[in-house]
């Protein structure tokens, strides 16, 4: 057997999946409460899972690939059996073996024979087949586009009133058409802007801006081969392709001693994650990591322990797009040391100047990284974060507003946290050198 591998990550393993389905499904049978005899031995992974029918399925992976088997009868590849024995192994659940398991074996064993026997060199059929999966997704999700392109029409003609009514859930079919086109994040962009009716006055122009976002993305997909590579990215990025976090980790990276400003758990996502928030203190750079936690916990994932206050030394691998935001860690310099203050807060005008040109590059951008100095006040029945110049933003989230304006007592403070067009989200607060999360 060759040596252990690495553990992958969650972001990894939850790259692999076919559609955001069968992500959530994954993530249903992760735990080892529905698995037994699971192990892993060199490159090969594997485990028997308890299923609906008569006979639990036989899961086996090959990391060197990926190459999966499971004896479930899933059209999907890979299915959800392979993709939560990896979020097993993955999080430690999954321990080492001397042998692997007699079927894995056998199936091992099978894939040497074919590849053996076969005329064409292993590496020229795997990247003719994954054309042939990358052209298919391609029609599936122009075709999906297509559909979404009619629909947005017909609400327009029909009016936007039929949104509004009670328990209608005017987006939840085209969002599951959406799921099976393989566009998985307009389905959603649509499931998010199910709300808006019921989002106060003012709502029709709110829900219009929406539709006319979604049809920017659709005609913006057409146009896909004419658009320049930085936006083309961010478009493809939009409707759902994922990009390896290999193949962002081949990218040169920006060395710098990157200042942790916040994190932010969404756990009512799909597979909960950790958003966490970076400034490189040369460069000015912002960065964001993601980190999931598939069983509810973000144990074992380094980037997910990075803190508030902390600092880390290390090269960050920026995700194709524009802005660039997204990254993951590449190589450490030094493990994260304590930091005492971030430099280079702003005001308010200088987020908002940042926010429109990020507007620009990226029109489907929802929430922009806030690094400012301001006093919490009070004005016009609610809460606002105001600077020197006498500019303001509002603040949201009443549970986190006590602590900030604890520490603030009415004085400058230094704040971190997410910018959106409905306010700002504090998720950091500076007491002299000491971050406090909010």
């Not at 249903?28 to 609906?52: E, I, Q, R």
């Not at 899961?59 to 999907?76: E, F, N, Q």
């Not at 099978?110 to 076969?118: D, L, Y």
């Not at 939840?172 to 959406?178: C, F, H, N, Q, V």
Request: proline share 8%.
């Amino acid at each position: 057997m060759t040596g252990v591998p690495a553990r992958w990550t969650a972001d990894r393993v939850m790259a692999l999946a076919p559609d955001a389905s069968s992500q959530r499904a994954a993530a249903g049978l992760t735990g080892l409460s529905s698995w037994t005899g699971v192990g892993a031995a060199g490159d090969l992974v594997w485990g028997v899972c308890a299923g609906s029918g008569r006979h639990p399925y036989r899961t086996v992976v090959d990391l060197t690939g990926p190459a999966y088997h499971c004896s479930c009868p899933s059209r999907k590849f890979p299915c959800k059996h392979a993709l939560a024995l990896l979020l097993n192994w993955a999080d430690g659940m999954v321990g080492e073996q001397a042998e692997p398991a007699g079927f894995a074996r056998t199936w091992k064993a099978g894939r040497g024979g074919r590849a053996v026997r076969s005329a064409k060199p292993k590496t020229e059929k795997d990247e003719a087949a994954a054309a042939r999966r990358a052209e298919q997704r391609d029609r599936r999700v122009a075709a999906g586009l297509a559909e979404l392109e009619m629909w947005l029409r017909d609400q327009v003609r029909a009016g936007l009133s039929a949104a509004a009514a009670p328990g209608y859930r005017h987006a939840e079919g085209i969002a599951a058409r959406m799921v099976d086109a393989q566009a998985p994040g307009v389905a959603s962009a649509l499931r998010r802007l199910a709300g808006t009716p019921a989002s106060g006055d003012g709502w029709p122009p709110r829900l219009l801006a929406e539709y006319a976002l979604l049809h920017l993305l659709v005609r913006a997909h057409d146009h896909l081969d004419a658009l320049p590579p930085a936006l083309a990215a961010v478009v493809r990025s939009r409707v759902g392709y994922s990009t390896r976090r290999e193949d962002v980790l081949a990218l040169p990276g920006v060395s710098d001693r990157w200042q942790v400003l916040a994190a932010r758990d969404v756990l009512d996502a799909p597979v909960p994650a950790r958003r966490i928030w970076l400034r490189g203190r040369d460069t000015k750079r912002f960065a964001l990591l993601l980190a999931f936690a598939p069983n509810g916990s973000f144990a074992g994932n380094p980037d997910a322990a990075l803190t508030p206050g902390t600092e880390l030394h290390a090269d960050m691998h920026f995700y194709p797009g524009q802005p660039p935001l997204r990254s993951v860690v590449g190589r450490r310099n030094a493990p994260p040391a304590a930091e005492n203050h971030p430099d280079g807060a702003g005001g308010v005008t200088a987020l908002l100047e940042d926010w429109a040109s990020a507007l620009e590059a990226d029109p489907w951008l929802t929430e922009w990284p806030a690094l400012l100095t301001g006093t919490p006040v009070v004005s016009a029945g609610g809460w606002y974060l105001s600077d020197t110049s006498g500019a303001g933003l509002p603040l949201l989230g009443l549970e986190r507003l006590w602590t900030l304006l604890a520490v603030s007592g009415g004085h400058p403070v230094t704040v971190a946290g997410e910018w959106s067009p409905a306010g700002l989200i504090p998720l950091t607060v500076w007491h002299g050198g000491l971050a406090v999360p909010l």
